[in-house]
């Protein structure tokens, strides 16, 4: 298994790297950015000008909040950063299995002395350690604006914890993304279809602080559950946390009982596989 | 199950979804042997080999290889086999050298890596070009060390030759036929007969998901059609030697030479010959795809 994971972290090079620099950036960004906001006085004029005209909209982008450091990345960073690890780790789901069978790669490894469950787990391992280096990059990078920033200060560990939040449900869209790669013809289905349920999560959950009829579809809605401002305020709540693991955890059990009892392509896409679904519950697929 | 089968299938059936790839395969693979595996595309060769490593799920029968289940045991089996695929991808972005070294991790570093190089210098393979600057030829080649790197004691090969240059499937053959000779069995298959011919000691023809013939490689071209031409040294109207079994005629050039076709023991034909005065006699045996065409022909006729 070491092997695999090795590898797989071998390939993700170029992607942590193109993806990291680009969060580290944005992060880099949003920090430099707070101070020139709280230095111009016009700024909080408009915000506070939108908070009296348009309540609506000054309420679901918290306006209010955003003189301060918490309230700024809350509604700046935190708002759309979900949206963009939501795109990569839909992407890392989906090709974690899928895109080496598509490749003709995935036989060839399979036919050496390493079982489906190493290669799975090894897969899912190195690419959950994936996720959770980009995300150590985002944070890093907003702690790295602190040390020249006047104004953009929290403590490190309390900054930690939405990102420990957002680990949880970006796993959680992996993890189905990884489902939908083993139950779906083609890997680029898997990828569009869990990157719409990652748009339609971002939209649901952004309009429902205005829309009062989206409130209770929000209650579907994984990013709904994403601690921000009141985590770093309050704490984390685990049972939340621990809820989308142990989704994680099940979906990851699945696409690996998927993947064990998979006829393994010799490459290209291939054909609707739902009727696999059974062979979950089956004695002997053999 | 014999022990001294490395492969043993019976009774074989794989679908995919309503098609019917396998239709109950037989086959018996002795240790230390080198076995053919012919077929026309489409007729269930690979399938066969990628259920012997439990890449693909049977809906029937048995299979043994080396005395194990790949279904129960298929990463003991992997250990000790060797494979090279039909369609062989890797991933490209990687050197020949970093796919040996990866592959070699797999199998808990049991390769000698000097003889990694030595089959690699044999088959003039560049190590430290990525994969994706590769001919398909030079693909094939690391494909090749990769399936032999690890002097396994079966090797199943899907159209190991098929993309090298003449000198370069001399070299591969003679690497398979060394590897028999220190003990390894050889799963060979193929739909280029040459290759198959050039080594093979048995040779199994599958058609249509079922295997239809198992015949040692010797005795398919002895007991096989031959081209035979005489000339006569005078005008000659030999109808003993066109009514004898087997003898087709094909041509008679002029009242002097005549071609046959001839089936079945030369002695007869040669002591029929004998009673005529004779200038030219030439034999010529049909290859093996001249016999596997034939066989076909006919069964398509059937």
Same mark, same amino acid.
């Given at each position: 298994?070491?092997?695999i994971?090795?590898?797989?972290?071998?390939?993700?090079?170029?992607?942590?790297?193109?993806?990291?620099?680009?969060?580290?950036?944005l992060?880099i960004?949003?920090?430099?950015?707070?101070?020139?906001?709280?230095?111009?006085?016009?700024?909080?004029?408009?915000?506070?000008?939108?908070?009296?005209?348009?309540?609506?909209?000054?309420?679901?982008?918290?306006?209010?909040?955003?003189?301060?450091?918490?309230?700024?990345?809350?509604?700046?960073?935190?708002?759309?950063?979900?949206?963009?690890i939501?795109?990569?780790v839909?992407?890392?789901?989906?090709?974690?299995?899928?895109?080496?069978?598509?490749?003709?790669?995935?036989?060839?490894i399979?036919?050496?002395?390493v079982?489906?469950?190493?290669?799975?787990?090894?897969?899912?391992l190195?690419?959950?350690?994936v996720?959770?280096?980009?995300?150590l990059?985002?944070?890093?990078?907003?702690?790295l604006?602190?040390?020249?920033?006047?104004?953009?200060?929290?403590?490190?560990?309390?900054?930690?914890?939405?990102?420990?939040?957002?680990?949880?449900?970006?796993?959680?869209f992996?993890?189905?993304? !990884?489902?939908?790669?083993?139950?779906?013809?083609?890997?680029?289905?898997?990828?569009?279809?869990?990157?719409?349920?990652?748009?339609?999560?971002?939209?649901?959950?952004?309009?429902?602080?205005?829309?009062?009829?989206?409130?209770?579809?929000a209650?579907?809605?994984? !990013?709904?559950y994403?601690?921000?401002a009141?985590?770093?305020?309050?704490?984390?709540?685990?049972?939340?946390?621990?809820?989308?693991?142990?989704?994680? !955890?099940?979906?990851a059990?699945?696409?690996?009982?998927?993947f064990?009892r998979?006829?393994?392509?010799?490459?290209?896409?291939?054909?609707?596989?739902?009727?696999?679904?059974?062979?979950?519950?089956?004695?002997?697929?053999? | 199950?014999?022990?001294n089968?490395?492969?043993?299938?019976?009774?074989?059936?794989?679908f995919?979804?309503?098609?019917?790839?396998?239709?109950g395969?037989n086959?018996?693979v002795?240790?230390?042997?080198i076995?053919?595996?012919?077929?026309?595309?489409?007729?269930?060769?690979?399938?066969?080999?990628?259920?012997?490593?439990?890449?693909?799920?049977?809906?029937?029968?048995?299979?043994?290889?080396?005395?194990?289940?790949?279904?129960?045991?298929?990463?003991?089996?992997?250990a000790r086999?060797?494979?090279?695929?039909?369609?062989?991808?890797?991933?490209?972005?990687m050197?020949?050298?970093?796919?040996?070294r990866?592959?070699?991790?797999?199998?808990?570093?049991?390769?000698?890596?000097?003889?990694?190089?030595?089959?690699?210098?044999?088959?003039?393979?560049?190590?430290?070009?990525?994969?994706?600057?590769?001919s398909?030829?030079?693909?094939?080649k690391?494909g090749?060390?990769?399936?032999?790197m690890h002097?396994?004691?079966?090797?199943?090969?899907?159209?190991p030759?098929g993309?090298?240059?003449?000198?370069m499937q001399?070299?591969?053959?003679?690497?398979?036929?060394?590897?028999?000779?220190?003990?390894?069995?050889?799963?060979?298959?193929?739909?280029?007969?040459?290759?198959?011919?050039?080594?093979?000691?048995?040779v199994?023809?599958?058609?249509?998901?079922?295997?239809?013939e198992?015949?040692?490689?010797?005795?398919?071209?002895?007991?096989?059609m031959?081209?035979?031409?005489?000339?006569?040294?005078?005008?000659t109207e030999a109808?003993?030697?066109?009514?004898?079994?087997?003898?087709?005629?094909?041509?008679?050039?002029?009242?002097?030479?005549?071609?046959?076709?001839f089936?079945?023991?030369?002695?007869?034909?040669?002591?029929?010959?004998?009673?005529?005065?004779?200038n030219?006699?030439?034999?010529?045996r049909?290859?093996?795809?001249?016999?596997f065409?034939?066989?076909?022909?006919?069964?398509?006729?059937?």
């Amino acid at each position: 298994m070491f092997t695999i994971i090795r590898n797989t972290l071998r390939k993700s090079r170029g992607a942590l790297l193109g993806w990291g620099i680009g969060l580290a950036a944005l992060g880099i960004m949003m920090g430099s950015l707070f101070d020139m906001m709280v230095a111009s006085s016009e700024m909080i004029d408009v915000m506070n000008a939108y908070t009296v005209a348009m309540p609506e909209l000054a309420a679901m982008f918290k306006m209010d909040e955003m003189g301060t450091p918490i309230g700024w990345l809350d509604v700046e960073y935190f708002s759309f950063v979900p949206l963009i690890i939501g795109l990569f780790v839909t992407g890392v789901g989906a090709n974690m299995l899928a895109r080496d069978e598509e490749d003709g790669t995935l036989d060839f490894i399979l036919a050496h002395p390493v079982s489906r469950t190493a290669l799975f787990w090894g897969r899912f391992l190195a690419n959950t350690l994936v996720t959770i280096i980009l995300m150590l990059i985002a944070w890093a990078s907003l702690l790295l604006t602190m040390t020249w920033s006047e104004n953009f200060s929290i403590p490190a560990f309390d900054l930690l914890l939405p990102f420990v939040s957002m680990f949880g449900i970006m796993m959680f869209f992996m993890t189905l993304s !990884l489902l939908f790669g083993m139950l779906l013809p083609a890997r680029r289905m898997a990828r569009m279809l869990s990157g719409m349920l990652v748009g339609a999560s971002f939209f649901i959950t952004l309009l429902s602080a205005a829309v009062e009829e989206l409130e209770s579809v929000a209650d579907f809605s994984p !990013l709904a559950y994403l601690e921000t401002a009141t985590a770093i305020k309050d704490g984390l709540s685990l049972d939340w946390f621990g809820m989308f693991i142990a989704i994680n !955890l099940v979906l990851a059990l699945i696409a690996w009982q998927l993947f064990q009892r998979r006829d393994i392509r010799v490459g290209g896409e291939g054909s609707w596989r739902l009727q696999n679904l059974k062979s979950i519950f089956a004695k002997n697929s053999t | 199950m014999h022990d001294n089968n490395a492969i043993q299938v019976k009774d074989l059936v794989k679908f995919y979804g309503k098609v019917q790839a396998l239709n109950g395969v037989n086959l018996e693979v002795k240790r230390g042997e080198i076995y053919g595996f012919l077929g026309p595309n489409g007729a269930g060769k690979t399938t066969t080999i990628r259920c012997m490593l439990d890449l693909i799920r049977t809906q029937g029968g048995s299979i043994s290889i080396l005395g194990l289940n790949p279904n129960a045991e298929p990463e003991v089996i992997k250990a000790r086999v060797g494979y090279l695929p039909g369609e062989l991808h890797m991933d490209e972005n990687m050197t020949a050298k970093q796919i040996f070294r990866f592959f070699n991790r797999l199998r808990g570093n049991r390769s000698d890596w000097k003889f990694i190089e030595e089959l690699s210098e044999r088959l003039k393979l560049e190590l430290k070009n990525p994969i994706k600057n590769f001919s398909k030829g030079n693909k094939q080649k690391v494909g090749i060390v990769v399936a032999l790197m690890h002097r396994p004691e079966l090797l199943l090969l899907d159209e190991p030759t098929g993309s090298l240059d003449p000198l370069m499937q001399q070299e591969v053959l003679r690497m398979l036929v060394e590897a028999r000779d220190n003990g390894a069995t050889v799963f060979l298959s193929s739909h280029i007969i040459s290759e198959v011919q050039a080594i093979a000691d048995r040779v199994a023809i599958i058609r249509k998901g079922i295997i239809v013939e198992v015949v040692e490689t010797t005795a398919l071209l002895k007991r096989s059609m031959r081209q035979v031409r005489i000339r006569f040294q005078y005008p000659t109207e030999a109808e003993e030697i066109y009514n004898l079994p087997g003898v087709e005629l094909i041509a008679k050039d002029d009242s002097m030479g005549v071609s046959l076709k001839f089936e079945g023991e030369m002695d007869t034909l040669i002591k029929t010959v004998a009673k005529y005065s004779v200038n030219d006699f030439e034999t010529e045996r049909a290859s093996l795809e001249e016999i596997f065409l034939a066989y076909y022909e006919g069964q398509e006729d059937n």
